[in-house]
């Protein structure tokens, strides 16, 4: 079964490079689409707006601002081991 990993919708490179790679990725629009993933990938622009930090998930939530799809991948493998 692939492991289930979310991805905010304006990471698409992320998203194909995750689909190469055998995961399940699913859009990440909202705090239920966390639900059951293994793993969150957001964009990191919106991280602590008005010093307000709030996770609705225990998974690992990794900022993919400034980084290229395949070092998104890396981060991915690592925190999911």
Known sequence: MAKKVAVEGSLTN????????GYDVVDLKS??????????VITGVDSNVMGMADTSTKAPVIEANGL???EVCQQVESRMQ
């Open 14 to 21: 992320v998203s194909e490079a995750l689909r190469q790679k």
């Open 31 to 40: 705090a239920a689409d966390a639900e059951n993933c293994e793993c969150c």
């Open 68 to 70: 290229s799809a395949d």
